[in-house]
């Protein structure tokens, strides 16, 4: 059995796109689609596209690369009813050697990117009438964690995403949810320290570091039918103004 592929979901064949889906989190969580019986795309920048899933080259830092791979996706798939905005870099520095670039990079690939792919995504939702939007960010976007402001700011910024998200496209049937994963091992944390990696392990309460399978089950549940109710917002039922602080 494909990894994942007990975790199934009730509706099938749907469009599905993922963002860095060729290896690490982004490709269990394709498998997991694949499996399901869903029309599966991945972008990728690098490497080769795993059987049976069309691979879109496209550079989230790109308005242009992803308008180009969303055509590419709706022309062969139809309209994208999932998205999973899961590509991501870190650049870890501390803060007084942190340069501005390594601020914006992480920003413009975490943030922005997950922000040009959701923007394209929702005019085939909309007019759909359904999708699912999920982001992929991090248990330091939560709780910080030093060497890392760049990153925690911009995994906790798809937190806002979501909510907003939620509140403006709810009423769609379209759904926005975040998962912020632990430590997951992949190529990200491979080449953490040996001394960084204990110190993560002494402090979480499994005593091991998660598999990219098992974020891959929490994302798939959420693309399906029995989590069409759930969705990122803030206080339940306050009705907010249309715009405001
Ligand atoms: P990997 O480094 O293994 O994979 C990152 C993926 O993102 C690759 O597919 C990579 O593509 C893609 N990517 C990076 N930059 C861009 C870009 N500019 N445009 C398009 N694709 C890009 O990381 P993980 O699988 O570990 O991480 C996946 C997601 O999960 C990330 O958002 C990460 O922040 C998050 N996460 C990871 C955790 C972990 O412990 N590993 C914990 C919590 C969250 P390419 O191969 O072309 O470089």
Excluded at 76 to 97: F, Q
Excluded at 145 to 174: D, M, W
Aim: positive net charge.
């Amino acid at each position: 059995m494909a990894p994942g592929a007990d975790s199934k979901t009730t509706a099938t064949g749907r469009s599905v796109l993922i963002t860095g889906g060729n290896r690490g989190i982004g490709l269990a969580i394709a498998k997991v689609f694949v499996a399901n019986g869903d029309k599966v795309a991945i972008t990728y920048r690098s490497g080769d596209v795993p059987e049976g899933m069309l691979g879109v080259r496209a550079d989230v830092t790109s308005e242009e690369q992803i308008d180009a791979a969303f055509t590419q996706v709706e022309a062969e798939h139809g309209p994208v009813e999932v998205l999973v905005a899961n590509a991501g870099i870190t650049r870890d520095v501390l803060l007084l050697r942190m340069s501005e670039s390594d601020f914006t990079d992480v920003i413009d690939t975490n943030l922005t990117g997950a922000f040009r792919v959701v923007k394209r995504a929702s005019r085939g939702m909309i007019r759909l009438r359904r999708g699912r939007v999920i982001l992929i960010s991090s248990v330091t976007g939560l709780y910080g964690a030093p060497g890392q402001i760049n990153y925690s700011a911009s995994k906790a910024g798809l937190v806002g995403i979501a909510r907003s998200l939620t509140r403006e496209l709810g009423s769609r049937g379209i759904t926005a949810n975040v998962v912020a994963p632990g430590f997951i091992d992949t190529d990200m944390t491979a080449e953490l320290p040996e001394e960084t990696r204990k110190s993560y392990l002494a402090t979480i309460p499994a005593g091991r570091f998660a598999s990219p399978d098992e974020v891959a089950g929490v994302v798939s549940w959420l693309a399906g039918d029995a989590a069409g109710y759930i969705s990122r917002c803030g206080h339940p039922g306050r009705r907010r103004p249309r715009h405001g602080p």
